[in-house]
């Protein structure tokens, strides 16, 4: 079965830090990948997701996120985040032609202004 | 409508009583997804309509938990003699066909039970 690491659960930041967030999924084959977000009192909203083609993809936000397949990962980056990045942010994974996605635990951002 | 709506968004019950949770997801999605948030716990998969195939039930914890969906729009899924340990936000989603798998999710239906 697949599975979804997130590694850092808790990240705390102040503006203007730059930011990476990791993930890594348990499947071989072809992957569709994604990065949602939940900002506090709102509903779970896609960030970015990737398919195919340029392994870096660029989201909402200024966020983007790079697919390297030998490493298993899709890691989210943002060069400078703002106080407003403050959110619980989620990687998803289907594979293997699944059209149900699996999550990670989530990692909870908190942004110092 | 506009978004994906679920009801109640908070529900308190007591152990052993049964609940339904609604969802109403975006007109003209034919997937319909249940997940469990639970805290720090991540996205739990319970299960997954596609219009009027079989659900796919694989997720479902145990067989307290059932869901039904309607005419290929609204659900509900049941959980009977609810324990402490279902206590969780509950979570519908809904895709299109040709969405590429990308979810939109309602704003979940927080569930605590006493």
């Known amino acids: 079965a697949q599975s979804v690491s997130q590694h850092n659960h808790h990240v705390i930041l102040s503006e203007a830090a730059s930011l990476e967030l990791g993930c890594n999924y348990s499947?071989?084959?072809?992957?569709?990948l994604f990065w949602y977000v939940q900002y506090p009192g709102q509903h779970l909203q896609l960030l970015l997701k990737?398919?195919?083609?340029?392994?870096l993809v660029k989201g909402i936000k200024g966020f983007e996120a790079e697919f390297i397949k030998s490493k298993f990962s899709f890691n989210l980056r943002k060069p400078s985040v703002q106080w407003s990045d403050t959110a619980e942010y989620f990687c998803?994974?289907?594979?293997?032609?699944?059209?149900?996605?699996?999550f990670g635990r989530g990692t909870s951002l908190i942004v110092h202004p | 409508g506009a978004g994906v709506s679920q009801s109640p968004s908070n529900k308190v019950t007591e152990k052993g009583k049964d609940v339904e949770l609604r969802c109403d997801p975006i007109?003209?999605?034919?997937?319909l997804y249940w997940y469990r948030q639970s805290l720090g716990q991540g996205l739990e998969f319970l299960i997954y309509?596609?219009?009027?195939?079989?659900?796919?039930k694989s997720g479902l914890p145990s067989d307290r938990f059932s869901a039904e969906r309607t005419g290929g729009s609204v659900s509900t899924l049941t959980i009977q003699r609810t324990q402490q340990e279902d206590s969780a936000v509950y979570l519908c989603?809904?895709?299109?066909?040709?969405?590429?798998?990308?979810?939109?999710f309602g704003a979940g239906s927080r569930l605590t039970v006493l």
């Open positions: 989603a809904s895709s299109s066909t040709y969405g590429a798998n990308v979810l939109t």
């Open positions: 499947y071989g084959g072809t992957v569709n």
């Open positions: 990737y398919f195919s083609g340029d392994p």
């Open positions: 998803a994974v289907n594979a293997g032609g699944s059209y149900i996605p699996t």
């Open positions: 007109s003209g999605h034919t997937a």
């Open positions: 309509f596609q219009g009027n195939s079989a659900p796919d």
